[in-house]
T-cell receptor
């Protein structure tokens, strides 16, 4: 089946690192994505990783992929108050229909304490 | 690159009325998607266009919903005889190729009273 799971809430202090975790079920997923959503806004692409990679780093963001455990994580270094938002993990499950549509988790709400 | 544009940002309508939303994708993107997002949930796929062809529809897309992309550029999503359960954020996204990232608009928030 196609299912993406995330913990719903995470609270960290400003300056600390945040780690947001995600598990997915479709082992044939080719790309995995992290999106950020601020209140009342659409989804902003943060980063993505191809399934043949284990890690990707982009400035303060580090993505780790464990294909064996179907586990994806997003680490935000030196978390700032502006990082407070909902973070969504998404995969492209194998659909066979060619749409390559993304399946999203329910999102993790990150609260940064000043 | 002006991004994906959606109009209107907010729509309040009475139950039973029809509503139509518009999406203008990024100009060179031939793939366009509609998603629906309710409170506390992630976006759920509704339908997909490649150029002007509607190639996939979710079972979430009831008969009251119809989407078009007549010239392969902008798209419209119409909901007929709206119900309170239709209240949600309707998100449009586009992409250049099959595996490339989806770029989302800011959505249209629909409230059915």
């Amino acid at each position: 089946g196609e299912d993406v799971e995330q913990s719903l809430f995470l609270s960290v202090r400003e300056g600390d690192s945040s780690v947001i975790n995600c598990t997915y079920t479709d082992s044939s997923s080719t790309y995995l994505y992290w999106y950020k959503q601020e209140p009342g806004a659409g989804l902003q692409l943060l980063t993505y990783i191809f399934s043949n990679m284990d890690m990707k780093q982009d400035q303060r963001l580090t993505v780790l992929l464990n294909k064996k455990d179907k586990h994806l994580s997003l680490r935000i270094a030196d978390t700032q108050t502006g990082d407070s938002a909902i973070y969504f993990c998404a995969e492209i499950p194998y659909s066979g229909a060619g749409s390559y549509q993304l399946t999203f988790g329910k999102g993790t709400k990150l609260s940064v304490i000043p | 690159d002006t991004g994906v544009s959606q109009d209107p940002r907010h729509k309040i309508t009475k139950r039973g009325q029809n509503v139509t939303f518009r999406c203008d994708p990024i100009s060179e993107h031939n793939r366009l998607y509609w998603y629906r997002q309710t409170l506390g949930q992630g976006p759920e796929f509704l339908t997909y266009f490649q150029n002007e062809a509607q190639l996939e529809k979710s079972r979430l897309l009831s008969d009251r919903f119809s989407a078009e992309r007549p010239k392969g550029s902008f798209s419209t999503l119409e909901i007929q005889r709206t119900e309170q359960g239709d209240s949600a954020m309707y998100l449009c996204a586009s992409r250049e190729g099959a595996g490339s990232p989806l770029h989302f608009g800011n959505g249209t928030r629909l409230t059915v009273t």
